[in-house]
């Protein structure tokens, strides 16, 4: 099976200072991968040169599927435009008819439980949970066969997240897509994900990575508690996880 996203010797400075170097990384269709790592090791510089907008300084990346959607924090709603508008966006860009994108952005829609109403509203017209929703119907609209995700949940409360978290499961089982899901809370990653990832703290390579038993929306509480639990007392995989280095942080 040819994987749908591969990342090969990836590294990357800014100003100099070497924020990545020698990632490699595949992930197959249909394929949720959670990459943990501690803040500021270099996740979300990865999502970027994944998701194509950052050119790396050295290395390979290759979508054979050609195009990828993103989902962050941050929803990044146009606040003029509605949800339907907003959702409708990589239609337009590329090139779907309008009477044809009405019904694929209702049936996304659908899909992260927007009702047909939040449809016509504006973002400041909706909580942060639907605009999230928002922003991930966005990110089905145009079929990707790649979605990456970089900490979309972080700001939501813990029932909201589980709810979204749950959302991305039942969208990827369904559409199939292959996703890069950045996290470093590892509660969700086991949550959600067939394979965790994690990177070094230096973002220089991979420390590792392991499969959580079960499949992701099979999992129930007691599963994801005791392999969290496993894993942070006694794996060294996830040692430094939770390690802060503030110089490395913006
Ligand atoms: N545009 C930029 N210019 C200069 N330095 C940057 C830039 N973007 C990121 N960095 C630096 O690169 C390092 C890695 O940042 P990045 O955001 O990729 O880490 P992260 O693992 O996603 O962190 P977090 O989990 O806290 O979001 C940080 O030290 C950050 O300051």
Redesign the pocket.
């Known amino acids: 099976m040819a994987a749908a996203l591969t990342l090969t010797g990836i590294g990357h400075a800014?100003?100099g200072r070497t924020?990545l170097d020698g990632i490699s990384l595949t992930v197959n269709p249909g394929e949720v991968v959670a990459l943990a790592?501690p803040?500021?090791?270099?996740?979300?510089?990865l999502a970027h040169i994944a998701a194509g907008v950052l050119a790396p300084l050295r290395g390979h990346r290759d979508l054979p599927g050609g195009r990828c959607g993103m989902v962050f924090q941050d929803p990044r709603l146009l606040p003029w435009a509605t949800a339907a508008d907003n959702i409708a966006l990589p239609l337009r860009l590329s090139g779907v008819p309008r009477r044809d994108r009405r019904s694929r952005v209702e049936a996304v829609a659908r899909q992260v439980a927007l009702l047909p109403e939040d449809l016509d509203r504006y973002p400041a017209e909706l909580s942060g949970g639907m605009r999230q929703r928002t922003a991930i119907a966005r990110a089905l609209a145009d079929g990707p066969p790649v979605i990456l995700f970089d900490?979309p949940f972080t700001a939501l409360d813990p029932a909201l997240k589980r709810r979204m978290q749950d959302l991305v499961t039942d969208a990827a089982a369904t559409a199939r897509f292959a996703a890069l899901f950045i996290t470093?809370d590892l509660q969700e990653a086991a949550r959600i994900a067939h394979r965790i990832v994690v990177m070094n703290p230096d973002g220089r390579g991979l420390t590792g990575e392991c499969r959580p038993p079960g499949q992701p929306g099979q999992r129930d509480d007691g599963a994801v508690f005791a392999f969290v639990r496993a894993a942070l007392s006694s794996s060294p995989l996830f040692a430094h996880l939770n390690d802060l280095d503030e110089r490395?942080?913006?």
């Open positions: 800014f100003l924020i790592g803040s500021g090791c270099g996740k979300s510089t900490e470093h490395r942080l913006p």
